[in-house]
C-alpha cells in the first residue's frame, strides 16, 4: 500500500507517505500496525474510530481532512478495547514490532507500575518504549539486550 497525501488535523496539515507498514509524517518515520479498532504507532497503542471528518483517538475527537481520499471505516466494537497484548497470558508484555533490544529496564522480582516503561526496543533506527500494561511483579525477562524480537513476541511477564 504506496500512497501520498496530505492530512490536516485540526487545522495543522501534514504530508503523509504509507509504503506497506512504514508510514512518514513531513519526513518523519513511523512503524505502525492496525488491527480492529486498534492503531499501533511505533509499539505505542491507540483505540480509534474514523468518521466522515473526524477521528476519536482515546476519547478525544479531532477534525480531519485528507486531500484526494475520502476517509470511511466501520466503528470498531464498541466494547473496550485493551492495550495489545499476546495471547500467551494478561500478564505478558509483548512486542508491537520487529526490532532489537536496546535496554532492558527491570529485573526478575522487580515491582512495576502500570505504563512504566520496561524495556526499550530499536526499530527503523528510532527508540521506542515499551511499557508495562498493568501494575504487579516482574515474573521472567524473556529477552536480553542485543535480541532481535518479532511483532507479537513476549518480552517480559508480570505477575
Known sequence: MDRQFDLTVD????QIEMHGNSLMVDGQPFVIGIEGGTLTVDGIAYQV????SEAVVDGKTYRIEAGGMSIRAPAPPKKAVAKARS???????TAMMPGAILRVLVAEEDSVQEGQVVVILEAMKMENEIHAHRSGKI?????????SVENGQPLVEIE
Open 11 to 14: 487545522g495543522r496539515s501534514y
Open 49 to 52: 474510530e474514523l468518521g466522515e
Open 87 to 93: 495471547s500467551t497470558g494478561a500478564g505478558t508484555v
Open 139 to 147: 515474573q521472567r525477562v524473556l529477552v536480553a539486550v542485543g535480541d
